[in-house]
């Protein structure tokens, strides 16, 4: 199953960006969809995840500044990142789960820096 992340770049901090992540062969709404992230030397961590369109959950680094969403219609999972900082620079990763079944996104790379 292939996932696919888009929307990654070089920002300013302080900046904005949206990652989007879809994918032709599974509905992302019958799955938990979240997000991971994974800087130089660093372990992946999460992120974000959505388990219904009304409740979300978040990491306490990004709590405030970060929304996840999800479009059905669109069969693609958002994050949308406000107020960039240079520690959110990393590779950002869509993950899909359903009971035993994991999927990742090969990842994007999101650098903040001046």
């Known amino acids: 199953v292939q996932l696919v992340e888009v929307g990654g770049g070089l920002v300013q901090p302080g900046e904005s960006l949206r990652l989007s992540c879809v994918s032709s062969?599974?509905?992302?709404?019958?799955?938990?969809m979240a997000w991971y992230r994974q800087a130089p030397g660093k372990e992946r961590e999460w992120v974000a995840r959505?388990?219904?369109?009304?409740?979300?959950e978040y990491a306490d680094s990004v709590t405030g500044r970060f929304t996840i969403s999800r479009d059905d219609a669109k069969n693609t999972v958002y994050l949308r990142m406000n107020s960039l900082k240079p520690e959110d620079t990393a590779v950002y990763f869509c993950?899909?789960?359903?009971?035993?079944?994991?999927?990742w996104g090969q990842g994007t790379q999101v650098t903040v820096s001046s």
């Open positions: 959505i388990i219904t369109t009304t409740r979300t």
């Open positions: 993950h899909a789960r359903l009971f035993n079944k994991n999927y």
């Open positions: 062969e599974i509905t992302l709404s019958n799955y938990i």
